[in-house]
């Protein structure tokens, strides 16, 4: 348990929450705290419940059962005062394609009663400046996401909810991202949950990780405690020329074994690299197969997202 | 600037200013419209009726030799035969040809009437429920008998007093139509649109007034209407000598009522559905009918009794027929004034159920 955590109340308290559409339980059965000033990432594959989980946070969906708590109070008693706590970022929105990015903001920032000043240094922050009078409808998706991203920050949120907000951003965006949003963190102690398909993004910016699939909580915790807990920490990929000539798991020290069409490997998982790698290339040698490729690595959550669901997370 | 009941405003102006379609719908298609159909029936009118005629074999055609062919055998050809009159110019082309030829012009709206000659007489064939139909006969019996178009009796003066022509009766509908146009894809569209783009529970996710949102959205579109209409009011006194004999107050009046009503109406029918394809249909489904049946190109006088009484109820009837009585007849305020009451309570009950319904997110 996180040692500031239990000095604090948390931000955010989400006590079993559930939510149906028609056959699919999209949420189902989530318990969940943010602390002040704690990163959360939300990770799953394509339908696992994000989308639904967040927007019940920020009471634009209705959950069928179950209690949000933000700062001690709920959605349908104190609306406005609680649209005024988050910022957020859905994960699809169009804004008025004909209004240019600067007119945009000065809009967002009037509902907030915010001048002109804090929409420049949004611009400024969101590095926008030379798209200021640029026509919505003409931003790139990365820009975009930059304007969506400079909205939910308008009003100095304590507590930001982020869907998806790097997916389509250049390897350099994305980065400039996470460090506006460390800044914000180190500076202004604002929280944050954010969904995400990247691992990268989830062990970078993140103190804790929750995987969800099919509207329910694989795995929470720290990103070490997570792989620790798993028992398996390293990986050895393996490509062969030919047929594997035994099972590799007859091998001492691997766990598990599965082929990786994608990569056209096998992939082992073993206790410790150090042990096993010797082996196993020993066991080759004499069966005298060809080695086409070989790697080594630690465990990812990919990987303990593969050995959790057999799926990818972002597939 | 943080007055965001003020920005909205000029928001959804420029978002609609800056669309390209937009203006000529909005301006173009009105004096357009006006222009087409007032020239159509103004001035000297000129009007053009096709007659097949079918001469037979057993040389009995009397009149039809006669008339046109000089005594002599009637063989396939056009005739064409021009009427001035004070009316204007009429003008009659005769296709001599054979039964099954007819048949085909009349089904390709090249004739309307198709003549055949029985025993000295003509005889004439034609559709009962279309006037010109009955007209061609009138005109043509006379012509037969007297070489022109009317009978002896009587003269022609030509109506040419305001307010009593047809663009007089028409500048007013064109005018509640663009109203009821500009507000049903102005704001019913536009909101279901921002609601299919995510874009509605994004802003309602912030703390703006929901009824800053929906003031914002009437504000505009008034301003865009008040433009709309004095373009077409100008337009259409210095081109076609339209005047508003009537009070200018009562206008104003029956003007915002028919702005309430129209609104009401577009917050009820946007208040669901997020899919634009659906909003296009139901906007369609309201307007057109609306469109045909209100009086707006031609009186819905003629409609059956029932069909009255259910034609009067409609926003745009009502709205089209006070603004006729203030253009053309000199209406007022007191005049106008159970129009207004009925335009605008039917907006105000329509917008609060709509807003009682609404989906924002
Ligand atoms: N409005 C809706 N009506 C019906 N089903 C829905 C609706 N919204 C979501 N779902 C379903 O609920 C499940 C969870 O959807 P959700 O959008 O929360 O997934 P997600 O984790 O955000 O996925 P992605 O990574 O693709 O964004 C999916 O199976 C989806 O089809
Ligand atoms: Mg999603």
Same mark, same amino acid.
């Given at each position: ?75 349908? %008693?104190?609306?406005? =005062? $609680?649209?005024?706590? &988050?910022?957020?970022?859905?994960? !699809? ?5 004909? +209004? @240019? ?70 390897? %350099?965006?994305?980065? =400039? $991202?996470?460090?506006? &949003?460390?800044?914000?963190?180190? !500076? ?5 949950? +954010? @969904? ?120 | ?361």
């Amino acid at each position: 348990m996180n040692p500031v955590a239990n000095q604090t109340e948390p931000v955010i308290r989400i006590e079993s929450l559930y939510k149906s559409f028609k056959d699919v339980k999209a949420v189902n059965g989530i318990n969940l705290k943010l602390f002040p000033g704690e990163f959360i990432a939300v990770l799953g594959p394509n339908g696992a419940g994000k989308t639904t989980l967040v927007e019940m946070i920020e009471g634009i969906q209705k959950p069928d059962s179950g209690e949000i708590f933000i700062k001690g109070k709920q959605w349908k %008693n104190h609306h406005a =005062e $609680l649209n005024r706590v &988050l910022g957020i970022s859905l994960q !699809e929105t169009w804004f008025i394609e004909k +209004l @240019t990015v600067k007119e945009t903001l000065i809009l967002f920032a009037s509902f907030y009663k915010l001048g002109e000043a804090r929409v420049k240094e949004i611009i400024a922050l969101i590095r926008l400046e030379e798209k200021e009078k640029a026509y919505v409808k003409n931003l790139s998706g990365g820009q975009r996401q930059r304007l969506a991203l400079g909205i939910a920050l308008l009003n100095y949120p304590e507590v930001l909810i982020l869907d998806e907000p790097t997916t389509g951003l250049d390897p %350099n965006a994305r980065r =400039e $991202l996470w460090e506006i &949003l460390l800044k914000l963190k180190t !500076e202004r102690n604002t929280s944050l949950i +954010l @969904t995400t398909h990247y691992m990268e993004e989830a062990e970078y910016l993140c103190d804790r990780i929750i995987i969800i699939d099919h509207g329910k909580i694989l795995a929470k915790g720290k990103l070490n405690d997570l792989l620790q807990a798993c028992d398996k920490h390293e990986i050895i990929e393996i490509g062969l020329l030919g047929p594997p000539p035994f099972d590799f798991t007859t091998v001492p020290g691997v766990q598990k074994s599965r082929f990786n069409s994608k990569d056209n490997a096998f992939v082992l998982e073993v206790k410790r690299i150090v042990e096993t790698l010797p082996l196993l290339l020993k066991k080759l040698e004499e069966s005298k197969t060809e080695i086409a490729e070989l790697q080594c690595r630690t465990l990812t959550l990919d990987d303990l997202f593969i050995s959790m669901t057999g799926r990818h997370l972002n597939a | 600037m943080k007055n965001s009941l003020l920005i909205l405003t000029i928001s959804h102006l420029k978002e609609f200013i800056r669309e390209p379609g937009s203006m000529f719908w909005s301006f173009g298609f009105p004096i357009l419209m006006s222009i087409g159909l007032g020239l159509a029936f103004s001035g000297k009118k000129e009007i053009m009726h096709g007659v097949g005629l079918i001469p037979s074999s057993n040389n009995q055609e009397i009149l039809v030799r006669n008339t046109f062919f000089g005594g002599g055998v009637p063989k396939d050809t056009l005739i064409e035969k021009r009427f001035d009159n004070e009316n204007g110019l009429t003008r009659y082309a005769f296709h001599i040809t054979s039964w099954e030829n007819a048949e085909v012009l009349m089904k390709r709206g090249i004739i309307s009437s198709i003549l055949t000659e029985e025993g000295g007489k003509m005889v004439y064939h034609y559709d009962p429920l279309n006037p010109e139909g009955e007209l061609i006969q009138i005109q043509l019996s006379n012509f037969f008998k007297y070489g022109h178009l009317g009978q002896d009796t009587g003269s022609i003066r030509p109506l040419k007093t305001q307010g009593m022509r047809y663009i007089d009766f028409l500048i007013p509908g064109l005018l509640t139509l663009g109203i009821m146009m500009s507000i049903m894809w102005g704001v019913c569209y536009s909101l279901i649109e921002k609601r299919s783009k995510k874009l509605l529970r994004r802003m309602v996710a912030t703390p703006m007034r929901k009824t800053d949102f929906m003031t914002a959205y009437w504000a505009s579109r008034l301003v865009l209407t008040v433009f709309d209409s004095v373009v077409l009011l100008v337009f259409a006194y210095f081109f076609f000598g339209v005047v508003i004999q009537g009070s200018i107050a009562a206008l104003a009046l029956i003007f915002l009522a028919g702005n309430i009503a129209f609104f009401g109406l577009a917050i009820l029918i946007s208040s669901h559905t997020a899919n634009t394809q659906v909003g296009n249909g139901m906007i369609s489904l309201i307007t057109t009918p609306m469109m045909v049946l209100s009086g707006i190109f031609f009186s819905y006088q003629s409609f059956p009794p029932w069909a009255i009484s259910v034609i009067k109820v409609l926003p745009l009837t009502k709205f089209t027929d006070e603004v006729r009585a203030i253009v053309n007849e000199g209406a007022g305020i007191i005049d106008v004034l159970d129009g207004v009451a009925i335009l605008g309570v039917f907006g105000a009950v329509t917008f609060f159920i709509g807003l009682k319904i609404y989906k924002w997110f």
